[in-house]
Structure formats: C-alpha cells, structure tokens
Antibody, heavy 120, light 107 residues
Framework: EVQLVESGGGLVQPGGSLRLSCAASGFTFSDHYMDWVRQAPGKGLEWVGRTRNKANSYTTEYAASVKGRFTISRDDSKNSLYLQMNSLKTEDTAVYYC???????????WGQGTLVTVSS | DIQMTQSPSSLSASVGDRVTITCRASQGISNYLAWFQQKPGKAPKSLIYAASSLQSGVPSKFSGSGSGTDFTLTISSLQPEDFATYYCQQYNSYPPTFGQGTRLEIK
C-alpha cells in the first residue's frame, strides 16, 4: 500500500525557516517524481514544486511564488522527500501535501498534509 | 501559465442524480488533465488522469472526457459519500495548474 506521511509543520514567524519531510513507503520511491502541493485555509490547491527521479538527474521545478525561497530535495536511501522553506511569508500559511507522480505524469497518491502557519 | 476554469463553482444535487462538472483550459493541453476529489479536512484523492482514465480503485460511476481545452467530469447515481469538492488540474506544461474547485452539495 502506498503511504506518504508528512511532518515538520508548525508555527513560524515571518522571515523564518521550516523544513518539511515526507516519508514514503509501499512503492519504489526512487523511480518516481515527487510533488509538493499546498492549500491555504479555505482556498484551492496550489502546486508548489517537483523533484524528478535519479534517471532525470533529480532536477526540480518550482512555482513562481516560491522560487528562490523554497528548495525541494530527496533522499532515495531513506525514501524521503523534503521541502526547505526560507524567508517565509504570511501568505505561505497552508496545509502542505506531498504527492507521488505517476509514470503517466499525473499525481496519483497524496499524503495527509502538514499545516504550516506563518504568523507573528 | 495556463488558467483552468471550472464551472459551476458550486452545485446542489440529490442522491441518485447524475451531475457534470466542466473544466476549461486557457490554451490547449491535449489530454493532460486530471480530476481530484477532496472532502473537508482530508487530503485530495486522485480520480481520473489523461482526461478519461480512471485511477486504480476508483468506481466507474466517475467518468471524464474531453481534449484540447474543454473537459468534463461526470458522476452518475450520486451517493452521500460523493458530496465533496472537485478539482481539475492540467499537467501539460509547467507550472501544473488547478481549477478553483467545484463544491458539490446535497440538495
């Protein structure tokens, strides 16, 4: 069974940093692209970024709203995905989901999410 | 960025009804379109990919169609567990973008 479990959310002040983790199990993590998607309270879904797999050199893509502030990384030996968030803004407040990219390009599995609150 | 527009934004229907939700892309995306279901306080669930292919384990009451810029999600014989918010997403080009969501409510 595919499982994705996020952790690391919490309350942080504007300008601060936070690192989210996503522990994957039930599939060959190293084969898959992985995404981060967020959802602000009461709002819709927003794609944050993606890391490709080793075969594609672990290259990354980011939404314009987070580029230069957020960094996605992965450790295939630990079946883990990370999101390093720096220079956080109040508008980054959201539930952050990790999601698996299927071989056909779409997201097919989602974690349960972790809440990040940016507030003074 | 490609804009995805869903209609309607909200929809009231009764158990047993058949409903259709529309998603329009601001430019052609071939069939790189996915649909997701989200219930309050829960993570999204993947329903359909490639515009019309069902994710594993998704019941056949859900169906999708379309290509290019216009897409539909149809849910037949609504059951209480189907009342949720539905999102479309294009993954033809970066950044992948979502529609604003369609809230399906019980009448």
């Amino acid at each position: 069974e595919v499982q994705l479990v996020e952790s690391g959310g919490g309350l942080v002040q504007p300008g601060g940093s936070l690192r989210l983790s996503c522990a994957a199990s039930g599939f060959t993590f190293s084969d898959h692209y992985m995404d981060w998607v967020r959802q602000a309270p009461g709002k819709g879904l927003e794609w944050v970024g993606r890391t490709r797999n080793k075969a594609n050199s672990y290259t990354t893509e980011y939404a314009a709203s987070v580029k230069g502030r957020f960094t996605i990384s992965r450790d295939d030996s630990k079946n883990s995905l990370y999101l390093q968030m720096n220079s956080l803004k109040t508008e980054d407040t959201a539930v952050y989901y990790c999601a698996r990219g299927a071989m056909t390009g779409q997201v097919d599995y989602w974690g349960q999410g972790t809440l990040v609150t940016v507030s003074s | 960025d490609i804009q995805m527009t869903q209609s309607p934004s909200s929809l009231s229907a009764s158990v047993g009804d058949r409903v259709t939700i529309t998603c329009r892309a601001s430019q052609g995306i071939s069939n790189y379109l996915a649909w997701f279901q989200q219930k309050p306080g829960k993570a999204p669930k993947s329903l359909i990919y490639a515009a019309s292919s069902l994710q594993s384990g998704v019941p056949s009451k859900f169906s999708g169609s379309g290509s290019g810029t216009d897409f539909t999600l149809t849910i037949s014989s609504l059951q209480p567990e189907d009342f949720a918010t539905y999102y479309c997403q294009q993954y033809n080009s970066y950044p992948p973008t979502f529609g604003q969501g369609t809230r399906l409510e019980i009448k």
